[in-house]
């Protein structure tokens, strides 16, 4: 089956006073995948998350999701099309329970103006808080409090509630970032079954994960793109090696 484009960025740049972060960047993501994108600090990846996610408008260039251009579009714009981008901090209702926090989540995608706002203890709402929860492994911790989770559940609260939006497209930011072996073989299997039903955009700094997880990689370096292939090839390009490997 041929690969079908679901987004496609051309000649993104951003520019903060005299540093050029993005620097032109083309790129693009094939529905269903799930992609990488890697560097030393200071690259530029997290820019052009940002400015994929709306978060970040850019200086120059075009952003085109499911064939049409959602440049000018805000963040929370983007999140109700599918684009859907958790933070590299745990961006959660600390006070809240696990399960009030998935809840604002599915409010938020169930909502249609005021008049479609579903109330809290809605059934249809209760529903997919718990099927939420138990797709990430948390259905036994509903009733937590967030701020009482430990580190890598809270990290798995915070993909709960991205896909309780219903991304199309979900971009994950450090996602490993301070779990431990275990959770990250845990978080890898998540992934792929997130993958299927959605498009996964990763900046991750383990390369380990990085390699057995994507199936395309960009390498970014200096706010430009370097590389890009299967973890195959990124492995072996001499221009990777010297950037990200070090060698």
Do not use: W
Request: with cysteine; glycine share 8%.
């Amino acid at each position: 089956m041929a690969a079908v484009t679901l987004l496609e960025a051309k000649g993104l740049t951003r520019r903060y006073s005299g540093l050029l972060a993005v620097d032109d960047v083309e790129f693009s993501l094939e529905k269903g995948e799930i992609h990488a994108i890697i560097g030393p600090n200071g690259a530029g990846k997290t820019t052009l998350v940002g400015m994929i996610s709306g978060r970040v408008s850019p200086t120059s260039g075009t952003i085109n999701f499911r064939g049409e251009d959602v440049t000018s579009m805000s963040a929370p714009e983007r999140v109700m099309a599918g684009i859907v981008y958790t933070f590299q901090v745990t961006s959660l209702f600390k006070p809240l329970t696990a399960a009030e926090n998935v809840r604002l989540a599915v409010q938020r995608r169930q909502m249609t103006g005021f008049a479609g706002k579903l109330r809290a203890g809605d059934a249809r709402v209760l529903e997919r808080v718990d099927e939420c929860l138990a797709r990430v492994g948390l259905a036994g911790h509903a009733d937590r409090v967030a701020a009482e989770l430990p580190y890598g559940h809270q990290r798995l609260l915070e993909v709960a509630m991205g896909l309780a939006l219903e991304p199309e497209l979900l971009i994950l930011d450090e996602p490993t970032q301070g779990l431990a072996p275990a959770e990250i073989v845990d978080f890898m299997a998540l992934v792929r079954k997130v993958a299927e039903t959605a498009t996964v955009l990763i900046i991750e700094h383990n390369l380990k994960v990085v390699l057995e997880l994507s199936e395309r990689i960009t390498v970014m370096d200096q706010g430009r793109v370097i590389a890009e292939g299967s973890p195959d090839e990124i492995e072996r390009h001499p221009a990777v090696q010297r950037a990200y490997l070090g060698a």
